[in-house]
């Protein structure tokens, strides 16, 4: 192995012939959080101070290495895979190849290692946002390896994107890919879910989409919050007072669309329809849809591909079949959102967004938390209740840190 002085870091040529430009005060260790074991927040997860190995471009396979970076990780949002990987219901899909592991995987931080042989708009030093590809784990620690293909910069352009922000903005991009090309001008929507981590950056961007002409409607247990901006529904409803599903005002004028972001809703809509009860939706053949990024429950053990397809891919395929032919005079157009492509495309879409000011980082206000035992796991418990009120966001540390 061979080492260069560059203008700009240091240039390293490893074992397997890559070359690769780091900064030069990269350390061997690291504090980051480790996950003991599969199990609960409080008896797994904790803070480990300065003897956690620093991971490197070379300690991955040559081929991968053109495809990641290394960042000093600033802040990271948590998502319900982080909690689903720790419980172990995921293990055989989402689970870490050994114990104990680095929870985390929407992420911001500065640039500090890059394969040298590389055409990325950002360079060493730069800021920049990622959301997590395969499963959310390594990075919640002072440093991170994350794939480039979905990372963009952070603007220096009067944004005045905090790095907390950006790490929320990087969870939320499921939100950005559903609102592209879902609703038109003028059409209602509901939202169910709508004062989560993706329900308060989705309805910013539906409201924007459908204009003054069309309605969007918003589903919490915090209906006040939901009508203030930058959330901004038109209406909200508290789901501990009423029922939405029964509500006549909305079975005489059905919504176009529904989304559900907190899962359950298709279930109550088969119910009614059973029962020839009218619905709050318009059926297929009238244009309605039904979106959801969830499936029945919120929390699910899938151990086996046997059991992947009877959770996911099985019901999915059928309802979206059965709703464009046989049921689609009963029930809305069924269409679930299976993955996120692993290209940086949303993380741009997201940050131009924000640049155009349509769209807002919203975090839980209980956040960000601290960088400790204690506060990591608040954070989880919080991200575990499905409560949370927006991003639940980790500050690891300030851009100068380190």
Not at 98 to 117: A, H, L, N, Q
Not at 125 to 135: C, M, W
Not at 305 to 328: D, Y
Request: net charge neutral; glycine share 8%.
């Amino acid at each position: 192995m061979t080492t260069t002085a560059s203008s700009s870091g240091m240039a390293t040529v490893t074992a397997t012939g890559a070359s690769i430009l780091s900064s030069q005060d990269i350390p061997k260790f690291m504090t980051a959080v480790q996950a003991k074991d599969y199990g609960p927040i409080d008896e797994m997860l904790s803070v480990v101070e300065n003897n956690v190995a620093v991971p490197r471009l070379s300690d991955l396979p040559p081929k991968k290495q053109s495809s990641h970076i290394l960042i000093q990780t600033h802040a990271v949002a948590l998502a319900p895979g982080d909690c689903r990987v720790l419980s172990g219901i995921t293990r055989e899909f989402q689970g870490p190849p050994s114990m104990p592991y680095i929870p985390g995987g929407d992420v911001c931080g500065t640039v500090v290692e890059m394969p040298t042989e590389n055409s990325l708009p950002f360079g060493l030093g730069d800021v920049v946002a990622a959301r997590f590809v395969g499963a959310p784990r390594g990075a919640l620690g002072q440093y991170a390896l994350i794939c480039s293909n979905i990372c963009e910069k952070i603007p220096n352009d009067g944004t005045a994107l905090s790095v907390d922000e950006a790490a929320a903005l990087a969870g939320a991009t499921p939100s950005t890919l559903f609102a592209d090309d879902t609703v038109q001008e003028g059409e209602r929507v509901l939202v169910l879910g709508a004062g989560g981590g993706q329900g308060s950056h989705l309805c910013q961007l539906l409201r924007e989409q459908v204009g003054k002409k069309g309605l969007v409607v918003g589903v919490s247990n915090d209906p006040k919050r939901l009508l203030q901006e930058p959330i901004s529904c038109d209406r909200a409803i508290d789901y501990t007072q009423q029922n939405v599903w029964d509500m006549e005002e909305f079975q005489e004028k059905p919504f176009d669309i529904v989304i559900d972001m907190a899962s359950g809703g298709w279930p109550k809509l088969v119910e009614r329809a059973s029962a020839n009860k009218p619905l709050i939706v318009k059926t297929a053949s009238k244009g309605g849809r039904f979106w959801t990024a969830t499936m029945d429950t919120p929390t699910f053990e899938m151990r086996s591909v046997w059991q992947m397809f009877r959770i996911f891919l099985g019901p999915a395929l059928g309802r979206a079949i059965s709703t464009r032919l046989w049921k689609r005079r009963k029930l809305p157009k069924f269409t679930y959102l299976l993955g996120l492509p692993d290209k940086g495309n949303a993380m741009t879409r997201t940050l131009e967004l924000v640049k155009e000011k349509t769209l807002k980082p919203v975090l839980d206000p209980k956040g960000p938390f601290p960088f400790t035992t204690e506060g990591v796991r608040d954070a989880f418990r919080l991200q575990e209740s499905r409560h949370a009120k927006g991003k639940v966001v980790i500050h690891v540390a300030d851009q100068s840190k380190y």
